[in-house]
Structure formats: structure tokens, C-alpha cells
């Protein structure tokens, strides 16, 4: 079952913006993607410098959070598409677009998923295991815990969550679905944090769930997957000297990007060290705490043969 759309203004405040803006330089009559389009924050600050003769393309896989965008972007000229952002080349062909101008890819999950208790995302609050971006495909977070082996397991969170104690928490799921499946978010957040012993006589900086939530998160969308596909085609979709701009929001994310950014000849970096939001907007906005801006510019053609060489 979809989960609803909110009738109700979207929550989510876009990180970076100045940055963003910045690093993309949209400019009057140039097409633009928002390839994480989310409620649409960040896409309305770019389409609305973009002008009539301008065109930006929003991509989510979420359809709820295409529902917030549209009525965000009422009146601005932008096509909003369902798909996730690894498939861009696609749907720009699909489109009937050879290549644009700049690509804007913010990797954080939208604070109206987040906050939201039936999409599975936050321990914040009861609700079901799903953590499914789409929630009309694939498999829900409590299916792969169910299903995967201890060993598996453990290997999830430690991979993506780098979970110093992934073994241990691995082995508690095991023995507790053998009587009683998990099937809620609070009910695997006080699993986890009985694993994890807290500093003494203080509580620990986050809560011991977090990394086990990004973990089985970026497992079910296989994030890092599509995060290299998708670094794989922006070549292909972009004009010579056209921008590329991506926010992410942990170290994985942030490694392949910098790599991707630095060893592929037909890049220039145009951030030396990832750009970080300052003190005000981490008070205004406490998400943006972990953000960082990396930007580069494509400065040769032939993507398709420079990716495959590197």
C-alpha cells in the first residue's frame, strides 16, 4: 500500500541553498535536474532563476514526495518524473533531452519521510519496518531482517552503518525472530540499544540505533548502488562545462563522490574540500549538521569512454 501524501505544507527545509545556487549557477533558458527532487526546496530556488525559456527536471522515486513538489513548484517551469536518480539517462532520453546544463543531487532523506511514522525511516517514533523509498517495490526493512542470515547481518551494519557491533546485534535479531518477528521500528531500536553498552555515567552523542537504521535504510535502497551508477552516467547527461553539484550526508556517500569527482579526467573539482553548512543554519536547521557540498564541472566530452577507463 502507497503510503498517503500530506495535505499539509511540506517540512522539509532544503540544506545549502546559497551553496547550491552557487555551485550550480543557474542561469535564464538552461535545463537544470533535480535528480532528488524531494518536496522540492531546493528546485524551486533554481527554477525560479531559470526564466520562462528555462526548464527544470525533478526525479524522485518517492511518489508522495512528488505530490509535496508539485504543488511547491506550481506555476514554475518544471516536469516532474517518478524514477529514481540512478535511471537519469534514461528518462532524459525518454524525455527527448540529449543533455542539460547542471544536475543537482541531494542525497539526504526529505524531512516529510523522516517524520513520517508509517514510512519506517526514524526510530524517533513507532511504526513499521519498511524504509522503502518506493514503497510500491522491493523489499521492506523487516523482510530483509527476517530473511538474511546473522552473518549477513552483521555485515550489513558494519558495511553501511560501520557498527562497531554488528556481530553482537546481529545475533540478538537472530535469536529474537525465532520467536517473534520484528515488524516495528521501536521494537528494533530497544533491541539494538540493549546491544550497545552506553558510556558511563552519561548518554551517548546519538542514539545507538542510528547507524543500524542508516544501515538497513541504504540496504533496502541499495543507495551506494545507485549513488554509483548514477556518478557512472553524469558524463553522459551533461554539456561540456556544465555543473554537477551532490550533497551527501554520510562518509560512504561522500567517498564515492570525491572519488568520482577527482580521478576521472573529464572532471574539474570546483570544491577543493566539501562545502559544510555554518553555525546558523545548523541552529535553524539541525539536519544540515552533516551535509557536505561537493561540485565539479565537466570539462571534456566522452564520458562513455573516460568511464569505463577509470
Known sequence: MSPQPSSAAPRHVPVLPAEVLDALAPAPGQTIVDATVGAGGHARLIAERLGPTGRLIGLDQDASMLDLARARLAGLPVT?????????????KRLGIEKVDGILADLGVCSD???????????????????????TLGEPASSLLARLSERELADVFWQYGEERFSRRIARRIVDTRRLEPLATTD????LVRRCVPWPKGRRPA???ATRVFQALRIAVNDELGALERFLADLPRCLKPGGRAVIISFHSLEDRRVKHAFRERAHWQALTRKPIQAGEEEIQ???????AK?????????????AGRAS
Open 284 to 290: 535553524n536547521n539541525p539536519r544540515s549538521r552533516s
Open 80 to 92: 516532474l518524473v517518478q524514477s529514481n536518480f540512478d535511471e537519469l539517462a534514461t528518462e532524459l
Open 113 to 135: 519521510q523522516m517524520d513520517a511514522p508509517d514510512r519506517g525511516f526514524s526510530f524517533q517514533q513507532p511504526g513499521p519496518l519498511d524504509m522503502r523509498m518506493d514503497a
Open 187 to 190: 521494537q528494533l531500536a530497544d
Open 206 to 208: 546519538i542514539d545507538p
Open 293 to 305: 557540498l561537493r561540485a565539479a564541472q565537466l570539462v571534456t566530452e566522452d564520458p562513455g569512454r
